[in-house]
């Protein structure tokens, strides 16, 4: 890599202030997962057994990405920057007026994404040691981990949208490469293509809006666009490129009508499910929409649009997850749900709820799939040495582990009174911020109060679906058969110690923006003030207080116990069979457990009329028909039928030929004399 | 003088030998086709130096000599064609046909 102090050429700010030496440096977090990828790369390529330096490798980078995170954190506090600290690493595109740069942006919102980011990825890195331990392809596993991080990162601290760009597209073809990293199942493989082209679709969403804003505002980098946009740019052009980005941001982060593919991304091995399908890659639209917040800002109707989309989303997944029997498709479904709240957020013009619920979601969901991890591997080793070939993601095998796994049950139970909302976990804060700013939104147009109402029942079905699937997998009678409970036992500490730290996170989390009725003083509001100021100057929002505060507190935590104690007497009050000798749902349940029959309506509504069109029109008629029968075909027929002409003259009658040349020769004649 | 009709003689005796090359097949009376247009060529470079100069006697030096390489040459190749083909019809060596 030419990444090095020297050619960090300029670093040049809005206003006042330079960046320190941390700031300087945070080429290095993207340089050390690098460093990771090259080197665990080439194991993997020729000594696919060097476990040690792999496990040493893989998680050293990360902590080392951590570190620098930390120093960039510490000093951006101890020296806040008005504008953001810009670091061009080298000129990339300079054509014509276009200058494009390769450059890093430090400011409150990426450095707290940068924590988030190496901090999360490292506790994965290193339950990975653990939970891959025994996978033939280790080392390769950690070169996608590493690239998955240096990719996510250059999304987090890319200056401009094309570098956000090669982020973006880098975290696709990681997570792409992760999905599919078992690519001997076939349904895996299939898996990874499904996600990567959801996932174009919604890219070109994203390129479309980078054109227009090229064209609208002939520049590209955040910094320009954002400080002149709100004078330059008409609101329909916002609403444009706000669409188009939006586009973007539901392939990316799974939104309706995109989320298709995040299910089927659970094929991947579970720390990646935790890592780029909960925690990170996922969360990357709602950082695109605070970053370009200025943008949403200027235009309200997008704004709706992502609020609606949002809530819906955070509905129609909840619904689905109610019925899931696959612990990791019902944990998918609530990150769907979850990011659904996020994108209600930042429609909201809630931005900093919205990053407040991806930071807290990081974690609570981080420690829910690494724990639903902890189970499947136990079950899966327990299934292993009895050869038994029962579905070990099954909850419906479940049942009672509890006795086997208390430490993992009681770390998930944290997660799920995180995720459910109860005070004083993580996710009551973020949670109850994004519907109070829904709520708040409401004042202004009514439909948010139908969008608060649609949140607040997601939130009670995310409660049960939760309460649902502790209870089938930790609690009543266990299903596990005879044979294999001898076998059922506690991860390694290697991974039961990132849960454990998760766990930390998850109750404590709430501690960075925890509100004044809680005795804070909105932590994570301020310290991103300098960032979202100008989108919220553009749309103020008004958080509502006093009484109505408290009403909507109260609804929150009624709606959570409930959801909870519903949820697991519904669960546990009705006998649960194994999933071999299940019988088949019925009536509504089997509609969710199909998942509305969404992926069957995307097949036979796009899928099949797209590969109808390519087999009989685009192949047979285009290809086979123009292509190949008139074009190749016709040209062949038509210069052999020229040549039969040109061979009738090749007589070999001398006589001809002299009759021939006489013509020509008096024609030629002719021309000269006449 | 006779400038005109020595150019007139040329131009019948160039007439003949095209006529010949067009109508007969006979590779010999096609050879002597050849070399009646030559010497028609020759003819009115000799009526035409009277008027322009002494370099049409020279031409007809250069004509002569290739007139009489193209005999050597053409001979051979005509003997050549009977003893392989036993004919010299023309109108059955067309191996070249398309």
Known sequence: ?674 | MLLGPALGLSALLFSIGVAGMVLRRNAIVLFMCVELMLNAVNLAFVALAQVYGVGGYLIVFFVMTVAAAEAAVGLAIILAVFRHHQSIDLQNINLLHG
């Open chain 1, 1 to 674: 890599m030419t990444l090095s102090p020297l050619v960090v050429q300029a670093v040049h700010e809005a206003s006042g202030g330079a960046a320190g030496p941390a700031a300087r440096l945070a080429w290095l977090t993207i340089a050390l997962p690098l460093l990771g990828v090259v080197i665990n790369g080439l194991l993997s390529l020729t000594r696919a057994r060097a476990k040690a330096v792999v496990s040493l490798v893989g998680p050293g980078v990360l902590l080392g990405a951590f570190a620098v995170a930390v120093a960039i954190f510490l000093e951006l506090r101890a020296a806040p920057p008005e504008a953001p600290l810009v670091v061009t690493l080298w000129p990339w595109i300079h054509v014509g007026d276009l200058r494009i740069d390769l450059a890093l942006q430090i400011d409150q919102l990426s450095s707290v994404m940068l924590l988030v980011v190496t901090g999360v990825s490292s506790l994965i890195h290193i339950y990975s040691v653990g939970y891959m331990g025994d996978d033939p392809g280790y080392a390769r596993y950690f070169a996608y981990l590493n690239l998955f991080v240096a990719f996510m990162l250059i999304l987090v601290l890319g200056a401009n949208l094309p570098v956000l760009f090669i982020g973006w597209e880098g975290v696709g073809l990681c997570s792409y490469l992760l999905i599919g990293f078992w690519f001997t199942d076939k349904a895996n493989a299939d898996a990874g293509l499904k996600a990567f082209l959801a996932n174009r679709i919604g890219d070109i969403g994203f390129l479309i809006a980078m054109f227009l804003l090229w064209q609208t505002m002939g520049a590209l980098d955040f910094a320009t666009v954002l400080s002149r946009a709100p004078g330059t740019l008409s609101a329909a052009a916002a609403t444009w490129i706000t669409l188009f980005l939006l586009l973007g941001c539901t392939g990316k982060s799974a939104q309706i009508p995109l989320y298709v593919w995040l299910p089927d991304a659970m094929a991947g091995p579970t720390p990646v499910s935790a890592l780029i399908h909960a925690a990170t890659m996922v969360t990357a639209g709602v950082y695109l929409v605070a970053r370009t917040g200025v943008l949403f800002a200027l235009a309200p109707t997008t704004g709706l649009i992502t609020a609606g989309i949002g809530a819906l989303t955070a509905l129609f997944a909840a619904t689905i997850g109610l019925r899931q029997h696959d612990i990791k498709k019902v944990l998918a479904y609530s990150t769907i749900s979850q990011l659904g709240y996020m994108f209600l957020g930042v429609g909201v013009g809630g931005y900093t709820a919205g990053i407040f619920h991806l930071v807290t979601h990081a974690f609570f969901k981080a420690l829910l799939f690494l724990g639903a991890g902890s189970v499947i591997h136990a079950l899966h080793h327990a299934y292993h040495a009895t050869h038994s070939h029962d579905d070990a993601q099954d909850m419906r095998n479940m049942g009672g582990l509890r006795r086997w796994l208390p430490l993992t049950c009681t770390l998930m139970w944290i997660a799920t009174l995180a995720i459910a909302g109860i005070p004083p976990f993580a996710g009551f804060f973020s949670k109850d911020e994004i519907l109070a700013a829904a709520f708040a939104r409401g004042a202004e147009q009514p439909v948010y109060y139908l969008f608060y109402g649609i949140g607040a029942a997601a939130a009670f079905l995310t409660a049960v679906y939760m309460a649902r699937l502790m209870a089938m997998t930790f609690h009543g009678a266990t299903r596990v058969g005879e044979a294999e409970q001898g076998h059922l036992h506690e991860p390694p500490v290697s991974m039961t110690g990132p849960l454990v730290l998760l766990a930390l996170l998850s109750l404590t989390g709430g501690v960075i923006n925890l509100p004044a009725f809680a005795g804070g003083h909105e932590a994570l509001e301020q310290w991103l003030e300098p960032v979202t100021h100008a989108a919220t100057a553009l749309r103020p929002l008004a958080l509502p207080t006093g009484t109505t505060e408290e009403i909507l507190l109260g609804a929150a935590i009624a709606i959570g116990v409930l959801g909870l104690w519903i949820g697991y007497r519904t669960t546990l009050g009705q006998p649960i069979l194994p999933a071999r000798s299940a019988p088949p749902e019925t009536g509504f349940a089997r509609v969710l457990y199909r998942k509305y029959y969404i992926d069957e309506i995307y097949d036979a509504v796009f899928v099949r009329p797209l590969v109808w069109l390519s087999d009989k029109v685009l192949w047979r008629v285009v290809d086979q028909g123009l292509v190949d029968g008139v074009l190749v075909g016709g040209g062949v027929v038509g210069s052999r039928w020229l040549g039969r002409l040109g061979s009738r003259l090749q007589s070999g009658q001398v006589g001809l030929y002299v009759l021939l040349f006489l013509v020509g020769a008096i024609w030629v004649l002719r021309a000269i004399l006449g």
